[in-house]
């Protein structure tokens, strides 16, 4: 006789990002679904990383990280958002922000807690608060796709633990407003909740807006953990580091899962990756305009399409509304899409507990010239 194998997520498949990228592979499809970049990183942080694996700096990093890269972090953080952290006691590296997600979800939520979800999400936050035996609580977003904060404030019970927000989002190109934070700050003094705040495009923000970090604030950053991705920052996604900044009795309690989990994350990256926020930090302060040359320069290819393009304010990632040029639903259209025009987008309802109201995609725009340049030659079939 077999044991009995019960699910952990029951209902949860093949998330839809390798769905669309094998589809995208399987018919010779333009990939911008899911979201990485088809162009290398900056080539001195390649130099680094082959120098540090040729130099011995290939075995465990310490549990938090290595201290220069910690000293580096904190650095940086205390330029842009004017908060000094800590590097010994508010500061982890992780093996991709994903880890950094998860941990956070563990070190705060247990057995029948409640978690506030704003959807669209990205899609690991739901299944994470499920396997600490959570209880997610989705909300939706107003039209605009903006945190609804009547909507949020109507959610929360006295089992309601944590919200999780992100800015910029994934998948809508919105970022937090004054009036947002402002809106959190006050939420946060009537309830005893504590933030996981998703910040991994922090970087990313277009047209003269400010990236509202909640590190900018005593009060918010007192009961929050910030995550934030090397590999969006860098174009290397498949290098799997991110960080968390959180005050220490949060981060006491993060090390102490994490230490189970991952224990560190890869050495020599590390240490590249500490000489590059030291010596090049001309990457991060430009990736902004960087990024909005290619959003700009996809939205130009697509105006004459029946595509609507939604406005996006940061990330790689522009949505589109196509109710102009198919009645099918965003799954059916993404599939039609991929097979028969060679482009492959990400259909947003994955997003979202409930249907959405509109029929929107998403695309990633982190492409070569020539390769958003191809997809719009194929999208103008439309």
Known sequence: MQPLLESRLPGFGTTIFTIMSRLAQAHGAINLSQGFPDFEGPQLLRDRAAWHMNHGHNQYSPLAGIPGLQESIANKVSALYGYQANPDTNICVTPGATEALSTA?????????????????????????????????????????????????????????????????????????????????????????????????????????????????????ERAVVVSSFGKTYHATGWRLGYAIAPERIMTEFLRIHQFTNFSANAPLQYALADILDNLPEHHLGLGAFYQEKRDLFRRLLQDTPLQLLACEGTYFQLADYRAASDLDDVGFCEWLTRDIGVAAIPTSVFSLEPPSRRVIRFCFAKDDDTLEEASVRLGKL
């Open 105 to 221: 979800i563990a070190v705060m939520v247990h057995p029948g807690d409640e978690v506030v979800i704003l959807d669209p999400a990205y899609d690991c936050y739901d299944p994470c608060v499920r396997l600490n035996r959570g209880v997610p609580v989705h909300v939706p977003m107003t039209a605009e796709f903006r945190p609804d904060w009547e909507r949020i404030e109507a959610a929360i019970t006295q089992r309601t633990r944590l919200l999780i927000i992100n800015t910029p989002h994934n998948p809508c190109g919105t970022v937090f407003q004054q009036e947002d934070i402002e809106a959190l700050q006050g939420l946060l003094e009537r309830h005893p909740i504590f933030v996981l705040s998703d910040e991994v495009y922090e970087h990313i923000v277009f047209d003269e807006h400010d990236h509202l970090s909640l590190l900018r604030y005593p009060a918010l950053r």
